[in-house]
Nanobody, 120 residues
Framework: QVQLVESGGGLAQAGDSLILSCAASGSILSINVMGWYRQAPGEQRELVADSRSDGSTNYSDSVKGRFTISRDNAKNTVYLVMNSLKPEDTAVYYC??????????????WGKGTLVTVSS
């Protein structure tokens, strides 16, 4: 079984920085995509950023220039460095990964989420 465990959320003030990390563990054969989504109260879950196995990255327009996603493939870990935080960044942040295991084709896995609260 595969598990994604996030860490690094918490309370910040506008303009502060936070770093989220997410480690994947289990019977992993390959990880094609690792990314971060977020869901604010009353809103739908949205993509924040993702990182693909070819090295490409993708960011939502709302975080471009402020957030940076990176991966440590040796550790099956993805990071999200969040700079210049804004109150509108307040949300539960979920780690997502497209993972193939010894027993299954690539499928999506999700972490339980970590809350980021940004005060003005």
């Amino acid at each position: 079984q595969v598990q994604l465990v996030e860490s690094g959320g918490g309370l910040a003030q506008a303009g502060d920085s936070l770093i989220l990390s997410c480690a994947a563990s289990g019977s992993i054969l390959s990880i094609n995509v690792m990314g971060w989504y977020r869901q604010a109260p009353g809103e739908q879950r949205e993509l924040v950023a993702d990182s693909r196995s070819d090295g490409s990255t993708n960011y939502s327009d709302s975080v471009k220039g402020r957030f940076t996603i990176s991966r440590d493939n040796a550790k099956n870990t993805v990071y999200l460095v969040m700079n210049s935080l804004k109150p509108e960044d307040t949300a539960v942040y979920y780690c997502q990964a497209l993972i193939a295991t010894m027993l299954s084709r690539p499928r999506d896995y999700w972490g339980k989420g970590t809350l980021v609260t940004v005060s003005s």
